[in-house]
Nanobody, 115 residues
């Protein structure tokens, strides 16, 4: 059984930082495209950052220079380091593991940015 469990969300002040974690079981994260998506109120779920098995990384323009996605193969975990947080970064963040045949999602972790 595949499980993706996100953690690390919470309340941060504008300009602050949070580190999201995604603990994976039932899959090996290094062979999946591991992605972080964000669902903000009234908006469609959007891809924030993606890490391909090759090591290629993609960031949404809105988070470039502020967010960093990384992977720890020994721990089978994926992270999203978020810095310089803005109110528009608020939302529920989901970890996603994808191949052309498989698509797994976690339950999400809420990020609130407010002073």
């Amino acid at each position: 059984q595949v499980r993706l469990v996100e953690s690390g969300g919470g309340l941060a002040q504008p300009g602050g930082s949070l580190r999201l974690s995604c603990a994976a079981s039932g899959i090996i994260v290094s062979i999946y495209a591991m992605n972080w998506y964000r669902q903000s109120p009234g908006k469609q779920r959007e891809l924030v950052a993606g890490l391909h098995p090759s090591g290629n990384i993609h960031y949404a323009d809105s988070v470039k220079g502020r967010f960093t996605i990384s992977r720890d193969d020994n721990k089978n975990m994926v992270y999203l380091q978020m810095s310089g947080l803005k109110p528009e970064d608020m939302g529920k963040y989901y970890c996603n593991a994808w191949t052309s045949r498989e698509d797994y999602w976690g339950q999400g972790t809420q990020v609130t940015v407010s002073s």
